[in-house]
Protein backbone atom coordinates (compact mmCIF):
# COMPACT_ATOMS: atom_id res chain seq x y z
CA UNK A 1 0.00 0.00 0.00
CA UNK A 2 1.44 3.20 -1.08
CA UNK A 3 -0.14 5.61 1.86
CA UNK A 4 -3.19 6.68 3.38
CA UNK A 5 -5.19 10.13 2.29
CA UNK A 6 -6.52 12.20 5.38
CA UNK A 7 -9.93 13.29 4.66
CA UNK A 8 -10.74 14.86 8.20
CA UNK A 9 -9.16 15.64 11.05
CA UNK A 10 -10.73 16.74 14.80
CA UNK A 11 -8.88 17.56 18.01
CA UNK A 12 -10.12 18.80 21.72
CA UNK A 13 -8.48 19.55 24.72
CA UNK A 14 -9.22 22.15 27.68
CA UNK A 15 -9.27 25.83 25.94
CA UNK A 16 -9.15 24.53 22.38
CA UNK A 17 -12.57 23.33 20.74
CA UNK A 18 -11.30 22.21 17.76
CA UNK A 19 -8.01 21.71 15.11
CA UNK A 20 -8.30 25.30 13.37
CA UNK A 21 -8.18 27.10 16.85
CA UNK A 22 -5.34 24.46 18.15
CA UNK A 23 -2.93 24.82 15.43
CA UNK A 24 -3.25 28.75 15.49
CA UNK A 25 -2.50 28.78 19.38
CA UNK A 26 -5.60 30.73 19.93
CA UNK A 27 -7.04 28.94 23.23
CA UNK A 28 -10.61 30.18 25.08
CA UNK A 29 -10.58 29.84 28.65
CA UNK A 30 -14.10 29.13 28.49
CA UNK A 31 -13.79 25.61 26.84
CA UNK A 32 -13.70 23.46 29.32
CA UNK A 33 -15.33 20.59 28.28
CA UNK A 34 -16.22 18.44 24.91
CA UNK A 35 -19.32 19.07 23.12
CA UNK A 36 -19.69 15.28 22.39
CA UNK A 37 -23.48 16.31 20.86
CA UNK A 38 -23.30 12.64 19.20
CA UNK A 39 -24.30 11.28 22.39
CA UNK A 40 -27.79 11.37 22.95
CA UNK A 41 -28.54 13.02 26.11
CA UNK A 42 -29.37 9.41 28.18
CA UNK A 43 -26.07 8.10 27.22
CA UNK A 44 -24.07 11.23 28.02
CA UNK A 45 -25.42 11.79 31.34
CA UNK A 46 -23.32 8.03 31.92
CA UNK A 47 -20.03 8.58 30.08
CA UNK A 48 -16.78 9.78 31.17
CA UNK A 49 -14.89 12.61 30.01
CA UNK A 50 -12.65 10.65 28.33
CA UNK A 51 -15.53 8.88 26.19
CA UNK A 52 -16.66 12.76 25.46
CA UNK A 53 -13.53 13.80 24.30
CA UNK A 54 -13.67 10.46 22.11
CA UNK A 55 -16.87 11.22 20.37
CA UNK A 56 -16.05 15.36 19.95
CA UNK A 57 -13.20 14.22 17.94
CA UNK A 58 -14.89 11.66 16.17
CA UNK A 59 -17.90 13.84 15.08
CA UNK A 60 -15.24 16.76 13.88
CA UNK A 61 -13.62 14.43 11.55
CA UNK A 62 -16.15 12.29 10.34
CA UNK A 63 -18.06 15.65 9.58
CA UNK A 64 -15.08 17.19 7.71
CA UNK A 65 -14.85 14.21 5.58
CA UNK A 66 -18.06 13.85 4.91
CA UNK A 67 -18.25 10.15 6.29
CA UNK A 68 -21.36 7.90 7.83
CA UNK A 69 -19.81 6.86 11.49
CA UNK A 70 -22.69 4.39 11.44
CA UNK A 71 -20.97 2.32 8.92
CA UNK A 72 -16.91 3.54 9.23
CA UNK A 73 -14.64 0.87 11.04
CA UNK A 74 -12.83 2.76 14.21
CA UNK A 75 -9.62 2.24 15.66
CA UNK A 76 -9.24 4.03 18.70
CA UNK A 77 -5.35 4.59 20.30
CA UNK A 78 -5.07 5.22 23.96
CA UNK A 79 -2.28 4.52 26.18
CA UNK A 80 -4.25 4.32 29.50
CA UNK A 81 -7.93 4.11 28.24
CA UNK A 82 -10.40 4.65 31.01
CA UNK A 83 -7.52 4.79 34.07
CA UNK A 84 -9.34 7.74 36.23
CA UNK A 85 -12.38 5.49 36.49
CA UNK A 86 -10.69 2.46 36.95
CA UNK A 87 -9.13 4.01 39.69
CA UNK A 88 -11.52 5.22 41.57
CA UNK A 89 -13.81 2.28 40.76
CA UNK A 90 -10.85 0.31 42.55
CA UNK A 91 -11.16 3.24 45.67
CA UNK A 92 -14.25 2.65 46.20
CA UNK A 93 -14.05 -1.52 47.26
CA UNK A 94 -13.04 0.10 50.76
CA UNK A 95 -16.14 1.29 50.49
CA UNK A 96 -20.12 0.16 50.70
CA UNK A 97 -18.82 -3.58 51.30
CA UNK A 98 -16.28 -3.66 48.69
CA UNK A 99 -19.42 -3.32 45.91
CA UNK A 100 -18.27 -1.11 43.13
CA UNK A 101 -20.91 0.99 40.90
CA UNK A 102 -22.09 -0.80 38.18
CA UNK A 103 -21.71 2.30 35.91
CA UNK A 104 -18.50 2.97 37.12
CA UNK A 105 -18.00 -1.02 36.26
CA UNK A 106 -18.92 -1.11 32.92
CA UNK A 107 -17.31 2.75 31.99
CA UNK A 108 -13.84 1.35 33.36
CA UNK A 109 -12.74 -0.91 30.04
CA UNK A 110 -9.97 -0.17 27.84
CA UNK A 111 -12.55 -0.06 24.92
CA UNK A 112 -15.64 2.47 26.71
CA UNK A 113 -15.52 5.02 23.94
CA UNK A 114 -15.40 2.37 20.94
CA UNK A 115 -19.41 0.54 23.15
CA UNK A 116 -20.57 4.06 23.28
CA UNK A 117 -19.57 5.35 19.85
CA UNK A 118 -21.06 1.97 18.55
CA UNK A 119 -24.56 2.65 20.31
CA UNK A 120 -24.89 6.21 19.69
CA UNK A 121 -24.40 5.68 16.04
CA UNK A 122 -25.77 1.97 14.84
CA UNK A 123 -22.56 1.12 14.12
CA UNK A 124 -22.08 -2.41 14.40
CA UNK A 125 -18.83 -3.02 12.12
CA UNK A 126 -15.48 -3.76 12.61
CA UNK A 127 -13.62 -1.44 15.53
CA UNK A 128 -11.13 -2.10 17.81
CA UNK A 129 -8.84 -0.33 20.68
CA UNK A 130 -5.46 -1.18 21.11
CA UNK A 131 -2.41 0.66 23.95
CA UNK A 132 1.13 0.73 23.27
CA UNK A 133 2.64 3.03 25.73
CA UNK A 134 4.45 5.91 23.67
CA UNK A 135 4.19 4.28 20.75
CA UNK A 136 0.10 3.81 20.55
CA UNK A 137 0.28 6.50 17.77
CA UNK A 138 2.59 4.22 15.62
CA UNK A 139 0.49 1.30 16.81
CA UNK A 140 -3.06 2.57 16.11
CA UNK A 141 -1.75 3.89 12.25
CA UNK A 142 -0.30 0.33 11.70
CA UNK A 143 -3.40 -1.15 12.51
CA UNK A 144 -5.49 0.97 10.26
CA UNK A 145 -2.71 0.91 7.79
CA UNK A 146 -3.08 -2.58 7.38
CA UNK A 147 -7.05 -2.34 7.49
CA UNK A 148 -7.34 -0.46 4.39
CA UNK A 149 -4.54 -2.23 2.94
CA UNK A 150 -6.79 -5.14 3.15
CA UNK A 151 -10.38 -3.61 2.83
CA UNK A 152 -9.98 -0.18 1.23
CA UNK A 153 -12.67 2.42 2.30
CA UNK A 154 -12.39 4.65 5.12
CA UNK A 155 -11.34 4.07 8.50
CA UNK A 156 -11.39 6.87 11.40
CA UNK A 157 -8.62 6.63 13.47
CA UNK A 158 -9.07 8.14 17.20
CA UNK A 159 -6.62 8.91 19.71
CA UNK A 160 -7.29 10.02 23.48
CA UNK A 161 -5.78 9.99 27.45
CA UNK A 162 -6.08 11.88 30.39
CA UNK A 163 -3.47 11.83 32.96
CA UNK A 164 -3.79 8.62 35.53
CA UNK A 165 -4.64 9.97 38.91
CA UNK A 166 -2.82 9.85 42.03
CA UNK A 167 -1.15 7.04 42.97
CA UNK A 168 -0.33 6.72 39.20
CA UNK A 169 0.07 10.47 38.01
CA UNK A 170 2.93 11.00 35.79
CA UNK A 171 5.94 12.47 36.85
CA UNK A 172 5.70 15.02 33.79
CA UNK A 173 2.14 16.25 34.10
CA UNK A 174 -0.12 16.58 30.80
CA UNK A 175 -3.68 17.88 29.56
CA UNK A 176 -6.48 15.21 28.73
CA UNK A 177 -6.84 15.59 24.97
CA UNK A 178 -7.47 13.72 21.77
CA UNK A 179 -7.94 14.07 18.36
CA UNK A 180 -9.04 11.81 15.12
CA UNK A 181 -8.10 11.50 11.34
CA UNK A 182 -10.70 10.05 8.76
CA UNK A 183 -7.72 8.50 6.52
CA UNK A 184 -9.26 6.94 3.41
CA UNK A 185 -7.35 4.70 0.44
CA UNK A 186 -8.04 6.57 -2.46
CA UNK A 187 -7.99 10.68 -2.48
CA UNK A 188 -11.61 12.58 -2.20
CA UNK A 189 -13.24 16.38 -2.18
CA UNK A 190 -11.90 17.05 1.44
CA UNK A 191 -8.82 15.43 1.24
CA UNK A 192 -5.80 17.55 3.19
CA UNK A 193 -2.97 15.36 3.07
CA UNK A 194 -1.32 12.24 1.90
CA UNK A 195 0.72 10.06 4.58
CA UNK A 196 3.00 7.37 3.44
CA UNK A 197 6.35 6.14 4.57
CA UNK A 198 5.59 4.87 7.89
CA UNK A 199 8.63 3.60 9.41
CA UNK A 200 11.00 3.15 12.06
CA UNK A 201 13.44 5.89 12.73
CA UNK A 202 16.16 7.29 14.47
CA UNK A 203 15.70 9.17 17.53
CA UNK A 204 13.52 12.46 17.08
CA UNK A 205 12.53 15.28 19.33
CA UNK A 206 8.41 15.83 19.18
CA UNK A 207 7.10 18.58 17.70
CA UNK A 208 6.55 21.49 19.91
CA UNK A 209 2.94 21.52 20.98
CA UNK A 210 0.82 23.97 21.73
CA UNK A 211 -1.49 23.54 25.06
CA UNK A 212 1.22 21.51 27.34
CA UNK A 213 0.84 18.30 25.14
CA UNK A 214 4.57 17.10 24.76
CA UNK A 215 4.40 14.29 27.37
CA UNK A 216 1.26 13.20 26.60
CA UNK A 217 1.33 9.53 25.36
CA UNK A 218 -0.20 10.21 22.54
CA UNK A 219 2.24 13.75 21.62
CA UNK A 220 3.15 12.06 17.99
CA UNK A 221 -0.43 12.33 17.04
CA UNK A 222 -0.83 15.53 17.45
CA UNK A 223 2.19 16.46 16.09
CA UNK A 224 0.97 14.50 12.89
CA UNK A 225 -2.62 16.61 13.26
CA UNK A 226 -0.62 20.02 13.35
CA UNK A 227 1.65 19.05 10.67
CA UNK A 228 -1.54 18.31 8.46
CA UNK A 229 -3.21 20.87 9.75
CA UNK A 230 -0.37 23.78 8.41
CA UNK A 231 0.04 22.06 5.47
CA UNK A 232 3.63 20.97 6.12
CA UNK A 233 5.46 18.88 4.27
CA UNK A 234 8.35 16.03 5.12
CA UNK A 235 8.22 13.76 8.10
CA UNK A 236 6.75 13.88 11.16
CA UNK A 237 8.13 11.86 14.49
CA UNK A 238 5.42 9.93 15.71
CA UNK A 239 7.25 8.42 18.88
CA UNK A 240 8.20 7.08 21.68
CA UNK A 241 10.71 9.96 21.05
CA UNK A 242 13.96 8.00 22.00
CA UNK A 243 15.82 4.99 19.78
CA UNK A 244 13.33 2.60 17.99
CA UNK A 245 10.38 5.27 17.66
CA UNK A 246 8.56 6.04 14.77
CA UNK A 247 7.97 8.16 12.16
CA UNK A 248 5.78 8.85 9.29
CA UNK A 249 5.64 11.45 5.73
CA UNK A 250 3.58 14.06 5.14
CA UNK A 251 2.67 15.62 1.56
CA UNK A 252 -0.12 18.06 1.54
CA UNK A 253 -3.10 17.64 -0.99
CA UNK A 254 -2.38 19.15 -4.08
CA UNK A 255 1.20 18.26 -4.15
CA UNK A 256 1.24 14.57 -3.35
Known sequence: ?????????????PG?????????DAPD??????????????LRRRVTPL?????DVATQAAREA?????ATPI???SAYGEVATAVAMMSSFREAEGLPSPTRFHNSVHNTALAYLSIATGNRGFSTALAAGAATPA??????WALLAERGGEVLLVFVDEPPPAPFAP????????????????PGPTTKALLSGLRRAAAAPCTPLVGGLHHHPCAGAFALVAAIARRARGAVSLGPFDAGGWEIHVEPAGDA
Open 1 to 13: MNGAYVSGLGMWT
Open 16 to 24: FRDVESWAA
Open 29 to 42: AAITAPVADLLPVP
Open 51 to 55: TCMAA
Open 66 to 70: GADLA
Open 75 to 77: VLG
Open 139 to 144: AALVEA
Open 171 to 186: ANPYPAAAAALHLAFT
